[in-house]
């Protein structure tokens, strides 16, 4: 709050593809996908036409004992690209509301199953999942944890896979096992006790970026069998194609086929940043958990706002999108694209980590001086929006995540100001 009293709100007027557009005619590039949840471009032509098409039909009906095509499509849909492992959803508004139900559903399943004391959950550190209560309990960042630690029933914490952390002769897949490896010694410790590891796939998203090798998820996957404990994949900010596939958990295999958790939380990207809308997808043998003519054994959780046809819609024609430009293929040719333009900054000497998965590219800045250190996110904000870009690095790491319908042009444009934004602020 105070910092706005001398650096001004940007008073956003309208906005056009990547662009947004203050009130004084001002474009910046929206490199971070407005908080990682625009994913075709603002005022996209196709997604205004279906919320346009639906408003004239249905703008909102509550989901109980009530239901409408959109949802259902969408449930569909969802359900066909997990050839149908996950194939029951549960929706609400927003990714820490996602993060909530897989907890409790995960919580009620054990109990419901005659193993009432499979009542804690595992987190990595520095994991981001959200600011309410229970999503709050399995976030890994001293400052909520100062703020609010006595109303929270704390996670486990364990090692993150973060390649970063790689020891001499490590790989990323060395890193990977060794945090798997620390994973079971505590499931191993608390047996009969546990009831979910949750983790981003690939990506760590609010921890700097922090990306992981793809064995990290079968490992997982692997020990959560073997102990009976569920996995939950925060896919709200890596889902939707962000880091290559369309889930980020098609990346890993196991058992000769690909990783699918127990719970998987979407949000963000899944109406292509237009409306909230969240949800949980699971399997058949949850939902078969609470299929009881006795109320108590139902879950117990509910939104006023759940299934909005409007936010159902504005996802169905982002699924769409999806595949009538066969988006991940030429997602593919743009991040190559966007990766050469960066070289520059990649080998740059203040530069270490440079790292990329799927249409996330991030870097860490080398900064010696602790003053200039600690405010560098705020003076690099400040700086790229007077060379037309939004980028809000997190703490020293500086990120991209822009939407994918950059041009060449505008990615020659990203990547050159970017590079030239690092060096006023670091002092090259």
């Given at each position: 709050?105070?910092?706005?009293?001398t650096?001004?709100?940007?008073p956003?007027?309208?906005?056009?593809?990547?662009?947004?557009?203050?009130?004084?005619?001002?474009r910046?590039?929206?490199?971070?996908?407005s908080?990682?949840?625009?994913?075709?471009?603002?005022?996209?032509?196709?997604?205004?036409?279906?919320?346009?098409?639906?408003?004239d039909?249905?703008?909102?009906?509550?989901?109980?004992?009530?239901t409408h095509?959109?949802?259902?499509?969408?449930?569909?849909?969802?359900?066909?690209?997990?050839?149908?492992?996950?194939?029951?959803?549960?929706?609400?508004?927003?990714?820490?509301?996602?993060?909530?139900?897989?907890?409790?559903?995960?919580?009620?399943?054990?109990?419901?199953s005659?193993?009432?004391?499979k009542?804690?959950?595992?987190?990595?550190?520095?994991s981001?999942?959200?600011?309410?209560?229970?999503?709050?309990?399995?976030?890994?960042v001293?400052?909520?944890?100062?703020?609010?630690?006595?109303?929270?029933?704390?996670?486990?914490?364990?090692?993150t896979p973060?390649?970063r952390?790689?020891?001499?002769?490590?790989s990323?897949?060395?890193?990977?096992?060794?945090a798997?490896?620390?994973?079971?010694?505590?499931l191993?410790?608390?047996?009969?006790?546990?009831?979910?590891?949750?983790?981003?796939?690939?990506?760590q998203?609010a921890a700097?970026m922090?990306?992981?090798?793809?064995?990290?998820?079968?490992e997982?996957?692997?020990?959560?069998d073997?102990?009976?404990?569920?996995?939950?994949?925060?896919?709200?900010?890596?889902?939707?194609g962000?880091?290559?596939?369309?889930?980020?958990?098609?990346?890993?295999t196991?058992?000769?086929?690909?990783?699918?958790?127990?719970?998987l939380?979407?949000?963000?990207?899944i109406?292509?940043?237009?409306?909230?809308?969240s949800l949980?997808?699971?399997?058949?043998?949850i939902?078969?958990?609470?299929?009881?003519?006795?109320?108590?054994?139902?879950f117990?959780?509910?939104?006023?706002?759940?299934?909005?046809?409007?936010a159902c819609?504005?996802?169905?024609?982002?699924?769409?999108?999806f595949?009538?430009?066969?988006?991940?293929?030429?997602?593919?040719?743009?991040?190559?694209r966007?990766?050469?333009?960066?070289?520059?900054?990649?080998?740059?000497?203040?530069?270490?980590h440079?790292?990329q998965r799927?249409?996330?590219?991030?870097?860490?800045?080398?900064?010696?001086?602790?003053?200039?250190?600690?405010?560098?996110?705020r003076?690099f904000?400040?700086?790229?929006?007077?060379?037309e870009?939004?980028?809000?690095?997190?703490?020293?790491t500086?990120?991209?995540?822009?939407?994918?319908?950059?041009?060449?042009?505008?990615?020659d444009?990203?990547?050159?100001?970017?590079?030239a934004?690092?060096?006023?602020?670091?002092?090259a």
């Open positions: 709050m105070q910092h706005h009293e650096m001004p709100l940007v956003v007027s309208h906005a056009r593809g990547a662009w947004l557009f203050d009130t004084d005619g001002k910046y590039l929206d490199a971070i996908s908080w990682w949840v625009n994913l075709f471009g603002h005022a996209n032509a196709r997604i205004n036409a279906a919320l346009k098409d639906q408003l039909m249905l703008e909102h009906a509550m989901l109980a004992g009530f095509e959109p949802v259902v499509a969408l449930s569909e849909q969802l359900a066909a690209r997990t050839n149908h492992v996950l194939g029951h959803c549960f929706y609400a508004s927003d990714g820490a509301s996602a993060v909530e139900i897989a907890l409790k559903m995960s919580f009620h399943f054990w109990r419901n005659g193993q009432a004391g009542q804690e959950f595992i987190c990595l550190q520095n981001y999942h959200g600011e309410t209560v229970g999503a709050l309990a399995v976030t890994d001293q400052l909520f944890r100062d703020a609010y630690g006595p109303m929270l029933q704390r996670a486990h914490v364990v090692a973060d390649a952390d790689a020891r001499d002769g490590e990323a897949a060395d890193v990977a096992r060794r798997a490896g620390a994973l079971e010694t505590l191993q410790e608390r047996a009969g006790r546990i009831a979910a590891v949750i983790v981003e796939p690939l990506v998203c700097g922090a990306m992981h090798d793809p064995a990290y998820l079968s997982v996957r692997a020990l959560c073997r102990y009976e404990v569920h996995l939950i994949a925060d896919e709200i900010a890596v889902g939707c962000r880091t290559g596939t369309f889930f980020a958990c098609e990346q890993a196991h058992q000769n086929g690909t990783v699918w958790p127990d719970f939380c979407l949000s963000k990207g109406s292509g940043g237009y409306l909230p809308l949980v997808m699971t399997r058949g043998t939902y078969q958990a609470f299929y009881d003519t006795d109320t108590r054994r139902g117990l959780h509910s939104h006023s706002y759940t299934g909005n046809p409007l819609r504005a996802a169905l024609a982002t699924l769409s999108i595949e009538e430009d066969d988006v991940l293929a030429r997602n593919r040719v743009r991040a190559e966007l990766t050469q333009a960066l070289a520059p900054l990649a080998g740059h000497p203040h530069v270490r440079f790292r799927g249409m996330i590219w991030a870097f860490d800045a080398v900064i010696d001086d602790a003053s200039k250190a600690a405010t560098f996110a003076r904000f400040t700086a790229a929006l007077d060379q870009l939004l980028l809000r690095p997190i703490g020293r500086v990120y991209l995540m822009p939407p994918y319908i950059l041009g060449d042009e505008e990615i444009l990203l990547a050159g100001r970017t590079k934004v690092f060096e006023q602020v670091v002092g």
